[in-house]
């Protein structure tokens, strides 16, 4: 997550990059759970 924080923090990424990381049905090899997708961006997924 520390990658993931740091790459949106710092503008690498924008938040729909960042949903791309997200585990979810449709996407099991994601990087990031939902909460640290709140985590990192203070909005829901």
Known sequence: MDFWK???DLSWIDIDVLRQAVITETNPF???SKEQF???T???F
């Open 42 to 44: 203070g909005k829901d």
């Open 6 to 8: 740091m790459a949106y």
């Open 30 to 32: 994601g990087d990031i």
């Open 38 to 40: 709140k985590e990192i």
